[in-house]
DNA sequence: CGCTCATTCGAAAAGGTTTTCAGATTAATT
DNA sequence: AATTAATCTGAAAACCTTTTCGAATGAGCG
């Protein structure tokens, strides 16, 4: 067990006080040349390493960052971390990881966590945006703790965010679906107090009004994100006295539990059905019949994300800039939906 | 901004001093019951929340623990720190992710980072296990640091590891594939330097050998694990004198690469030709053609070495306990390997 | 020689907590 | 009533660094 050395031992060796040790080796100009050269020298012979937690204490500043996400093992959320800590990383900031599991007393309880762990700033997806209770976030306001959304954002006053145009997601996939020859296409939307499962759904509308297709209600239905909640709507859309020739799925898995479905009762995809999904889930395109879907640009948005922290971390200001970053959604185009290429 | 209240300032409005207010919200049995039920009330109603920062610096421990992986975004080492981050939130630990990116370089940066944050464990799947340079791995044993391998796991003595029985993997998914009636099985099998791939290995020769099956070297190809490695190492197994007629494949991308070129020779699987996995990757179970593969109960990994870590924290003695947790295999059987089912 | 000014460094505080040692108060015992 | 024991609290050190303020030294100049 190597002694703890500190910047006194140093100090005491070479005859000095600790705050010359301190300047010497953090640059300070107001040193003599040759006294930094022989800090320097002494500490790297005597091992010294600068005590981290000394300096947050001091600084009040952890060089830790919080990330707050529903789940960590989805593909989409574990891409987006990928990116906050490669664009991170080489400023010096570590990654805390924070899961909720879709609870908003977990969020709660991160949140406060990470104030109370004094992180240097928070970015996060967020799991509960219907509630009015903003007391959490504001807490983290208050505390001047740079907070950037995700994907799931929330409006609330002097947070950033960062997310992919969704509307513009919905709106290419069901243009593609028209284009491909679809005339009935269906949604399977996401819960509409997201702004993201909203805005995809607007987009799917302002395709179809673009192009003379009228929207039907009854073509909207609401699933979760799963495997059987796609084969379960699927199913009653095929009850329809009018059935639709196309899906265009929010969910990836739900579009899988579509083809599934439909694989099941002998429709043929893509010449009589055609699927679109959204996310880009690596399954998508390994399937033997591949996917179409949206892609997310996850590991982007990663990294805008903590570009969008790095500008506003050293902002002393009171002024809170809010800065609403809006990606570009890509639609990679598969064999579920390309009739053309058959 | 609310101004920073600290025991000083509840300790000042009592008449007190700090460390009685320390005493009274850290539970010491040497306080007065009256007086600590005051300072825990007044405590609340002045909104004090304790400095861990200040806590981390005077106790040397931040309450914070490391984990180093290539990359977050694989299911598998996702879900591994799931499960480490479930397991100790509860404990009050908060968990930093570091990503080598297969780089020893950047693994020896990790190590000597996260120690100089002081974190009170590390637990990591180790990227470099050929190079016999442990001096980043020996400073984090002098420094008296908990350290935890999972699945890749390297020989250093004083290191707990937790990891899958990956012999006995390989044994019973290449004995499957005997029991379906495969009579020449090929192995993809990863970088032999770890063990991990050595033991699937070793675990399919043995299986061979108890059934009475002649083990062929050409049989063996090394993989990497990607699809379209899989691609060109089922190439080369055709092209042999007697093609083998089943695949133990090391890694699922692997098995997938070779499922789909084998298709595309339009040769019948599993009717004339039987895949098996390693790693239950998600895509597996969602293919149309499902992929048989060896699970690794990956969350349950993560929360085994969590607990281990948890049982070595506290032990101040230097005599450090290595625990070896050997967790079993799971195999999922699926159609690429079923022709029972047919 | 005396003054100013720049340069370089030291003393001490600040950041907030825990903990050892000892002192004070009260209760119990003789 | 006095001594002892038990209980409670205070003072100060320790954890390690940065930073403000000011002091000392020496050079340059009148």
Redesign the pocket.
């Known amino acids: 067990m190597s002694e703890?050395i500190?910047?006194?031992d140093i100090a005491k060796k070479l005859?000095?006080?600790?705050?010359?040790v301190?300047?010497a080796?953090?640059n300070n100009p107001?040193?003599?040349e040759s006294?930094r050269d022989l800090v320097i020298k002494t500490a790297a012979s005597m091992n010294?390493k600068?005590?981290k937690l000394?300096?947050a204490?001091?600084?009040g500043r952890s060089n830790n960052i919080g990330v707050i996400v529903p789940r960590i093992d989805s593909n989409f959320f574990a891409s987006v971390i990928r990116g906050i800590e490669e664009e991170l990383q080489p400023h010096g900031y570590q990654v805390i990881i924070c899961q909720t599991h879709e609870s908003a007393k977990r969020e709660n309880e991160n949140l406060y966590t990470l104030i109370d762990a004094q992180v240097d700033g928070i970015i996060m997806s967020v799991t509960d945006v219907t509630t009015e209770n903003d007391a959490a976030f504001q807490y983290v306001l208050e505390k001047n703790v740079p907070l950037i959304f995700f994907d799931r954002s929330k409006h609330i006053d002097g947070v950033s965010s960062v997310t992919i145009n969704d509307f513009k997601g919905g709106y290419i996939a069901t243009q593609h679906l028209i284009n491909e020859g679809c005339k009935a296409i269906a949604h399977f939307s996401g819960d509409q107090s997201f702004d993201i499962f909203k805005n995809r759904f607007l987009g799917y509308k302002q395709a179809l009004l673009d192009h003379g297709i009228t929207f039907k209600e009854e073509y909207v239905i609401n699933t979760k994100s799963n495997v059987d909640a796609g084969k379960e709507a699927v199913s009653k859309l095929l009850e329809l006295e009018t059935p639709p020739d196309a899906i265009f799925s929010s969910s990836d898995f739900a579009a899988l539990g579509a083809i599934q479905e439909l694989k099941e009762r002998n429709i043929n995809i893509p010449k009589d059905f055609c699927v679109a999904g959204f996310s880009n889930e690596p399954f998508t395109k390994f399937m033997e019949l591949s996917i179409t879907s949206v892609d997310q640009s996850s590991l982007e948005m990663g990294k805008m994300s903590a570009k969008v922290f790095l500008e506003q971390v050293d902002k002393t200001d009171t002024i809170k800039i809010e800065k609403k970053v809006v990606l570009a959604p890509e639609l990679h185009v598969r064999k579920s939906s390309s009739r053309t290429n058959i």
Request: glycine letters at 0%.
């Open positions: 703890k500190t910047i006194y005859n000095i006080t600790a705050a010359t301190s300047r080796l953090n107001k040193i003599k006294t010294y600068q005590n000394a300096l204490l001091k600084s």
